[in-house]
């Protein structure tokens, strides 16, 4: 039972990306899956979360402050859920990392790490010029 994050890369301040985490041996669209993302020297940061489709929707997605507006949380299958990140700047280079909670039915979207039980290995982001 685990999850892949991809889709890191080096962008230029003002460009996007799109983040991928990959669910294998369990099916993702069960549980709240959330973004988070560290930076060198800082604590681990949530970025957005998407709560379960169980209910015959795609799930609520929602956004840190710092991002909200800018990324977009969406997920397309049970084994994927994706981050579209766009209008990056330098405060956005970290390594990202997804992570599913089960313990929760998926209902509750929690932003701190503790819930989220299964993690994927992080994919960096950077952003220069």
């Known amino acids: 039972v685990q999850l892949q994050a991809s889709g890191g890369g080096v962008v230029q301040p003002g460009g996007s990306l799109r983040l991928s985490c990959t669910a294998s041996?369990?099916?993702?669209?069960?549980?709240?899956i959330g973004w988070f993302r560290q930076a060198p020297g800082k604590e681990r940061e949530w970025v957005s979360g998407l709560s379960s489709s169980v209910s015959g929707r795609d799930g609520t997605a929602f956004y840190a402050d710092s991002v909200k507006g800018r990324f977009t949380i969406s997920r397309d299958n049970a084994q994927k859920v994706y981050l579209e990140m766009g209008n990056l700047n330098a405060e956005d280079a970290a390594v990202y990392y997804c992570a599913a909670d089960t313990d929760s039915l998926g209902l509750i979207v929690s932003n701190t790490p503790d819930p989220y039980d299964i993690w994927g290995q992080g994919t960096q982001v950077t952003v220069s010029s």
């Open positions: 041996e369990f099916t993702s669209d069960y549980y709240a």
